[in-house]
T-cell receptor
Framework: ETGVTQSPTHLIKTRGQQVTLRCSSQ?????VSWYQQALGQGPQFIFQ???????GRGNFPPRFSGLQFPNYSSELNVNALELDDSALYLC??????????????FGNGTRLTVT | RKEVEQDPGPFNVPEGATVAFNCTYS??????FFWYRQDCRKEPKLLMS???SGNEDGRFTAQLNRASQYISLLIRDSKLSDSATYLC??????????FGGGTRLMVKP
């Protein structure tokens, strides 16, 4: 168990709708990162949050947005869903300033299907 | 060109075989390197970190060649339970990881 929990586990939405995914970080971890993994591909970095602000972003459009709360938990919001947004969404938490060679540990993920 | 490239496979090997996976990365500023294992429809899990000096964990050996920007994973005495997708992962800044597309391994009886 990594201590990172994500909800919901599965979700089905219709194209054009909006979705919110949630992540609770491991105790003591103040940085949260989100990744998208489409079927048959490796995970792709979406963004990272630290101190309730976006700290880095991958190549994703603005309709992907996030929040981090004072308790370090986080939300990923996706507006105007497209069929290609169907994927496994992964969250990982880490302590700020951890050694660079420390790996990330992921939550179980949320599987989003857009129809 | 992808930042981290892997042969997608699948590699189909018999139990007991030795199998090697390779990975190349394009960002020479990359600082840390990992192999993750991912089972079908599950989250990726850390298999091992990779160091220039090479490192071994039981049947698994990982190697990094910074000059060639090349990472390898060797699995000896393959078990059925080793069947999974192996992801090569590179970190060049602040735990914002870059993943390869994964190499699928199927170990057969």
């Amino acid at each position: 168990e990594t201590g990172v929990t994500q909800s919901p586990t599965h979700l089905i939405k219709t194209r054009g709708q909006q979705v919110t995914l949630r992540c609770s970080s491991q105790s003591g971890h103040n940085t949260v990162s989100w990744y998208q993994q489409a079927l048959g591909q490796g995970p792709q970095f979406i963004f990272q949050y630290y101190r309730e602000e976006e700290n880095g972003r991958g190549n994703f459009p603005p309709r992907f947005s996030g929040l981090q709360f004072p308790n370090y938990s986080s939300e990923l919001n996706v507006n105007a869903l497209e069929l290609d947004d169907s994927a496994l969404y992964l969250c990982a938490s880490s302590p700020r300033g951890q050694p660079r060679d420390s790996p990330l540990h992921f939550g179980n993920g949320t599987r989003l299907t857009v129809t | 060109r992808k930042e981290v490239e892997q042969d997608p496979g699948p590699f189909n090997v018999p139990e007991g075989a030795t199998v090697a996976f390779n990975c190349t990365y394009s960002n020479s500023a990359s600082q840390s390197f990992f192999w993750y294992r991912q089972d079908c429809r599950k989250e990726p899990k850390l298999l091992m970190s990779v160091y220039s000096s090479g490192n071994e964990d039981g049947r698994f050996t990982a190697q990094l060649n910074r000059a060639s920007q090349y990472i390898s994973l060797l699995i000896r005495d393959s078990k059925l339970s080793d069947s999974a997708t192996y992801l090569c992962v590179v970190n060049h800044a602040g735990n914002m990881l870059t993943f390869g597309g994964g190499t699928r391994l199927m170990v057969k009886p």
